[in-house]
C-alpha cells in the first residue's frame, strides 16, 4: 500500500504542504445478536479507504475517499491542501507539530485464535444457549444477546518518513436479561452492560468470559429486583464494582485530561474540561491512594486503547495521569504538547476509521490496584454501612466534568460487613474531585479488571471509539446517594 | 454521486451472482464536509466521499447482511457470498415475511383501514438543493470568518462547525422494488465562550439558504454575555421554559418506545398504555415524513413508503409504528387488543434487527394560543430559562426518568424579565410528569441538538421541572 500513499504525499508536496501523512484502513467487522430464541441480527461489513491530512499555509486540511485508484488518490490529496489553504483564512497562528521520529514498524494485536475463523454455527449456539439460559428464569420478558468481531489493518505514511503497517483484532460479547412485571422494568446484564465485555483481544476472550455459566444467576437478579427494597437515600458509603467503577473513570479522569478539550477545541459538542492548565501538578484529584495512568502498551493488557503506535506515528506509551492523588498528565499529541511544556506527544491520537480525521483520544485509563492484598468480600466485610453497586445503568456528566450522576442495575445494603439485602434502583452523585478525595479503599490485583468500553463517542462529525479502563473494587466514603429518584 | 441508474446495475450484478430465494440490495453514502472552529481559528476542516452496498438474502425463511464500499466484481462477490454463508446457517425465523413488491410499499396491497395511506412522493417537497451540494471549503470559511467577527465584536470566543452534505439512499429487491433518495444538508453550530458563560445556536436545513449565521452567532453571544458572572440559586422545582433545542433533545428519549416490537418486547413505556391520557391535554405529537420543516427519506429499510401516523392526541397516545413484520406479529399476539392500530407504517429499519421500528420525523402540534419566547418569558413570574440539555440518559425506563445537565445559557426569570444568568442545574424528571405540566408553548419549529434527531418541536413553558442539583459553573 506504501506505493498508493505515495501518490497522495507526491501530490500534497508538490501543491505545497508543508506535512502530510496518509492513512489506508481495511476494516471488517461481524456482528451477531440473538433475541428471545432467535437470531436478532448477524452480519459481516468491511470498509476500505484511504485519506490525506495535511499542513498547508500553517493551517490542517484533510480529505478522504471511498476510492483507490490513482486518480482519486491524488484528488483527495489535492483536495486536503485545498481544504488547508481555506482552513488558513482563519487562523491565529500556524500548527507547530511536536518533533517525532520516523519509523518503519508492522505490528498486530497479539490474539490466540482469530476470530473470524470460529464459524458462525459455532457462535450462534453460543448465543442461543445463553439466552436458553436467561429465558428459563420465570419473569424474563426479554433476553439479547451479542458477539462483535473487529480486525483494522491500517497503513501509515508520512511525509517525514513513516511507514507503519499496524492490524488491530478486538472482540465484545455480553447480554441482558429484562424483566418487565407490573409498572417496573429491571434488567441485569452480564459481564457487563451496553454491550459486556471488549478488549483487543481474538476469540480467547468469549471463552474466558464464562457466559452461559453466568446467565442463569444474572436472570434470577433481575426477577429478584422486582422484590427488592429501593435503594436508601442520603449520604452513605459505596463500595463500586470494578465495571462501573471503569465508567467512573472513563467520565470523571478520563474525559477532562483530554487536552483538546482543556484547550477548548471540543468546546461547541463534547464541552471543555474543569481541568485547565494551571492544575497540572497543582490540583490534588484525588486520596493518597489514587494512582491512574493512561497506559497504550502492551504490558498494560488487551485493552481497547492498547496498540504500538497512534494515527499520528507516535510509540503508545504510559502517562502518569493521577500521581498518589496529585494531578499530574493530560492526553496529548503532536500538535498540543508544547501547551503543557513538553516536546513529545502524549501518543494518543485516534481516529474511528479511514474516513476520520485523528483526534485526541483514551487509550487505557486505568485506575492502579491496591498494593496490600484486598478482596472484594473483605473490603464488604470491613465496612460498617455502606451500599455495593455493580453494573452501570445509567450515566451523565456536566460538560466540564463536574458534576456526575450514575445509576446502577443492583445494589447491596451493607451492615456491619455483611451484604445485609439487595436494593433496587441504586444511583449515585457527586463532584469529580470531590469524590476521588473520598476513595479510602482498593482492592488487589486479584480483583483487577481491564474493562472495554467500545462506544466512546466525540468530535464533530462524531466518531465512536473503543477505550480500557482497568480497576478494582473501591470505597469512597460519604457520597450521595440515591437523588435521581428523589422528587421526579 | 452514485445514481440511480448505477445503482440499478450493480443491482442487476448482485442478483446475478446470488443463488438466494430473493435478494434486497440497500445503497447509501455520499459527499460530506465539516469546517470546525474553535479558540476563533479553523482547526479542523474534513471532506470525505463514500458510498455503500448492504446486500440482504434469504434461504427458506433465513436472512443475513453483508455490507461493502467497494464495488468491483470482487467485492460484489465477497458482499453476497457473505451474505449467504451468514444468512444460510440461520434457524428459519417463522416471522420473516416475504419481501415487498412496489405495489405493497406503495401502499396499494393490504388493509388500509385506518384512512392513513403512505405520504405521496409528489406532496413531499425536494430536499435536494445543487447550491448545498456545491459549498466550497472556501465558502465555509468564509461563513467562519463572519463568526469569528461577531465573537471578537464581543470579545468573546467562538466555537463550532459548519458542514454540508449531498447523499442519497435507495433500496432495491429481486421482487421488483426500486426507490431512490437524494437530500443535501446544511448545518451550523456554535457557542460563543466568554469568562465563566457561553451561549449556543444550532440550525440546520436541506437548504443552506435558511441558515442564517449571523444571527445565529449574534443570539450566541447575547447568551454567553448575558450569562457571565452566573449566581448559584438552590436545586428544586421550578418553572422552565425550555427553548426548542432542549425540548427535542429531552423528549427525543422517548420515540423509541413508540414501537410495536417496544410492545412486544415489554421494553416500551408504553407497554399496557396505547389508549391512555398520558400527557397534557395540548400535547399533539405525529410522525410525518411530508412536514415542510422535515428532511429524510421517504421509505423504511424495507422500501414500504412512511405513512402519516398520530402519536398523541390531545395527551392520549394513540399509535405506534410499525414494520411489516412486526404489524404481522402483533396481529398474533396477546398484546393486540392494547396496541393501538395494527398496521405496517413505513417506519421499518433495515432487517435484520433487533428494534424494530421508530417514528423519525417527529410534529408537534401548535398550540391554540402560540407565543413567543419572550411572551412566555414575560408571562412567568419566576422560573428558569434553558437554552440547552446535555448529557441526557434514562435513569428509570417505565416512568421515563431522565437525567441530564442544562448548558449553554442558563437563566433565572423574576417578574417577567431575564433577571441573570445562574450556575447550570442537573436534572431528574419523568417525561410523563414533563409533558402533563406544559403552561404554555411557542409555534413550532425546525430544531436540532445533540442528544436526538432533528424533530418539528415548540418552545414550552413548565412548571415543576425536577433540578436536583447545581454543578459549579
Given amino acids: 500500500m506504501k506505493h498508493v500513499a505515495n501518490w497522495a504525499l507526491d501530490i500534497a508536496a508538490l501543491r505545497g504542504a508543508s506535512y502530510a501523512d496518509v492513512r489506508i484502513v481495511a476494516q471488517s467487522s461481524r456482528a451477531l445478536t440473538t433475541k428471545n430464541g432467535k437470531v436478532g441480527s448477524a452480519s459481516d461489513a468491511e470498509s476500505v479507504g484511504m485519506s490525506v491530512r495535511v499542513i498547508a499555509d500553517g493551517a490542517w486540511g484533510f480529505a478522504a475517499s471511498d476510492d483507490l485508484s490513482r486518480a482519486a488518490v491524488e484528488a483527495t490529496a489535492g483536495r486536503a491542501v485545498e481544504i488547508a489553504r481555506a482552513s488558513a483564512r482563519v487562523k491565529q497562528h500556524d500548527v507547530q507539530l511536536a518533533p517525532e521520529k520516523a519509523v518503519t514498524a508492522e505490528w498486530t494485536t497479539p490474539h490466540k485464535i482469530d476470530p473470524f475463523t470460529v464459524s458462525v454455527e459455532q457462535n450462534i449456539d453460543l448465543l442461543l444457549k445463553v439466552d436458553s439460559e436467561l429465558r428459563a428464569v420465570a419473569g424474563i420478558t426479554l433476553a439479547e444477546t451479542n458477539l462483535n468481531f473487529n480486525r483494522d489493518e491500517q497503513w501509515f505514511v508520512s511525509s517525514e518518513g513513516a511507514n507503519i503497517h499496524q492490524t488491530k483484532y478486538s472482540t465484545g460479547a455480553g447480554y441482558a436479561a429484562y424483566a418487565f412485571a407490573g409498572n417496573e422494568i429491571q434488567k441485569r446484564s452480564y459481564p457487563n452492560s451496553y454491550g459486556g465485555q471488549w478488549q483487543n483481544k481474538g476469540y480467547e476472550l468469549i471463552e474466558e468470559l464464562r457466559l452461559a455459566e453466568n446467565a442463569r444467576r444474572i436472570a434470577e437478579e433481575a426477577v429478584a429486583l422486582h422484590h427488592a427494597d429501593q435503594c436508601p437515600e442520603g449520604a452513605l458509603d459505596i463500595i463500586l464494582d470494578s465495571s462501573q467503577l471503569g465508567l467512573q473513570i472513563h467520565e470523571s479522569v478520563g474525559h477532562p485530561i483530554e487536552l483538546d478539550r482543556v484547550l477548548g477545541m471540543e468546546a461547541n459538542f463534547a464541552g471543555t474540561s474543569f481541568l485547565t492548565l494551571d492544575k497540572l501538578r497543582t490540583l490534588r484529584y484525588g486520596s493518597e491512594l489514587v494512582n491512574v495512568v493512561a497506559d497504550a502498551r502492551q504490558e498494560h493488557g488487551p485493552g481497547l486503547g492498547t496498540f504500538a503506535f497512534d494515527d499520528e506515528g507516535v510509540p503508545g506509551q504510559c502517562t502518569p495521569i493521577i500521581t498518589n492523588g496529585l494531578f499530574t498528565g493530560y492526553l496529548s499529541s503532536r500538535e498540543t504538547a508544547h501547551t503543557i511544556g513538553e516536546n513529545r506527544s502524549g501518543g494518543t491520537l485516534r481516529a474511528e476509521g479511514w474516513n476520520r480525521l485523528p483526534m485526541i483520544r483514551m487509550t487505557n485509563i486505568s485506575l492502579l490496584p491496591g498494593h496490600e492484598p484486598l478482596s472484594l468480600e473483605e473490603l464488604i466485610a470491613a465496612t460498617d454501612h455502606g451500599v455495593f453497586m455493580q453494573t452501570n445503568r445509567s450515566w451523565s456528566i456536566d460538560d466540564k466534568r463536574y458534576n456526575f450522576q450514575f445509576g446502577c442495575e443492583i445494589g447491596w445494603e451493607i451492615k456491619r460487613g455483611k451484604r445485609a439485602r439487595m436494593v433496587k434502583n441504586p444511583s449515585y452523585s457527586g463532584i469529580t474531585t470531590e469524590f476521588w478525595n473520598s476513595l479510602d479503599a482498593i482492592c488487589s490485583r486479584d480483583e483487577w479488571t481491564l474493562w472495554g468500553t467500545p462506544n466512546c463517542g466525540k468530535g464533530q462529525p462524531q466518531q465512536v471509539m473503543g477505550t480500557g479502563h482497568g480497576a478494582a473494587p473501591s470505597r469512597f466514603r460519604d457520597i450521595k446517594v440515591g437523588s435521581a429518584y428523589r422528587g421526579s | ?473
Fill in chain 2, 1 to 473: 454521486m452514485l445514481t440511480k441508474d448505477q445503482a440499478g446495475d450493480i443491482f442487476n450484478r448482485i442478483r446475478k451472482l446470488s443463488t438466494a430465494d430473493e435478494v434486497e440490495v440497500l445503497f447509501s453514502g455520499g459527499a460530506f464536509a465539516l469546517t470546525r472552529f474553535a479558540n476563533n481559528t479553523i482547526h479542523q476542516n474534513v471532506a470525505e466521499e463514500n458510498h455503500v452496498v448492504s446486500v440482504r438474502t434469504v434461504f427458506g425463511g433465513r436472512t443475513a447482511r453483508a455490507t461493502s464500499n467497494k464495488f468491483d466484481d470482487e467485492s460484489l462477490s465477497w458482499v453476497v457470498a457473505a451474505s449467504e454463508s451468514l444468512a444460510k446457517v440461520q434457524h428459519p425465523d417463522p416471522d420473516l415475511l416475504p419481501m415487498p413488491d412496489s405495489r405493497e410499499a406503495a401502499g396499494a396491497v393490504g388493509q388500509d383501514q385506518f384512512g392513513e395511506a403512505p405520504v405521496p412522493a409528489n406532496t413531499i417537497p425536494s430536499r435536494h438543493f445543487a447550491a448545498t451540494a456545491g459549498i466550497t471549503p472556501e465558502l465555509r470559511a468564509d461563513c467562519v470568518s463572519k463568526i469569528v467577527g461577531v465573537a471578537e465584536k464581543h470579545k468573546l470566543t467562538a466555537a463550532g462547525i459548519f458542514s454540508s452534505a449531498e447523499s442519497i439512499e435507495g433500496i432495491f429487491n429481486s421482487r421488483g422494488l426500486s426507490d431512490w433518495h437524494t437530500q443535501t444538508l446544511a448545518e451550523i453550530s456554535i457557542t460563543m465562550l466568554g469568562a465563566d458563560s457561553s451561549g449556543w445556536q444550532k440550525a440546520n436545513s436541506p437548504d443552506a439558504a435558511n441558515l442564517d449565521p449571523l444571527t445565529l452567532g449574534e443570539t450566541s453571544a447575547q447568551k454567553a454575555r448575558e450569562s457571565s458572572h452566573p449566581q448559584e440559586i438552590p436545586a428544586g422545582k421550578y418553572t422552565v421554559i425550555l427553548e426548542p433545542a432542549a425540548v427535542l433533545d429531552i423528549v427525543g428519549f422517548m420515540f423509541w418506545d413508540y414501537s410495536g416490537m417496544g410492545i412486544l418486547d415489554q421494553r416500551s413505556f408504553l407497554t399496557g398504555r396505547i389508549g391512555s391520557k398520558l400527557f397534557g391535554e395540548n400535547i399533539t405529537i405525529r410522525d410525518d415524513v411530508a412536514h415542510p420543516l422535515q428532511s429524510g427519506s421517504p421509505f423504511d429499510g424495507e422500501g414500504m413508503r412512511r405513512r402519516r401516523v398520530p402519536l398523541v392526541e390531545n395527551g392520549v397516545v394513540k399509535r405506534v409504528v410499525y414494520a411489516r413484520a412486526t404489524a404481522e406479529r402483533m396481529r398474533r399476539s396477546e398484546f393486540r387488543d392494547k396496541a393501538g392500530p395494527i398496521q405496517a407504517t413505513g417506519h421499518g429499519f433495515a432487517l435484520p434487527n433487533e428494534m424494530g421500528e421508530m417514528p423519525l420525523n417527529i410534529v408537534f402540534a401548535g398550540p391554540q394560543n402560540p407565543q413567543t419566547v419572550e411572551q412566555i418569558i414575560a408571562s412567568t413570574e419566576r422560573g428558569v430559562l434553558v437554552t440547552r440539555l446535555w448529557y441526557i440518559r434514562e435513569v428509570e425506563p417505565f416512568e421515563k426518568i431522565l437525567t441530564g445537565m442544562t448548558r449553554d445559557g442558563t437563566f433565572l426569570i423574576e417578574d417577567g424579565r431575564v433577571q441573570c444568568g445562574i450556575r447550570n442545574f442537573r436534572f431528574n424528571e419523568s417525561l410523563i410528569h414533563m409533558l402533563s405540566n406544559v403552561e404554555a408553548m411557542s409555534e413550532p419549529v425546525r430544531a436540532c441538538g445533540e442528544e436526538s434527531f432533528d424533530m418539528v418541536v415548540p418552545a414550552m413553558k413548565i412548571r415543576e421541572f425536577n433540578f436536583t442539583e447545581a454543578t459549579k459553573f
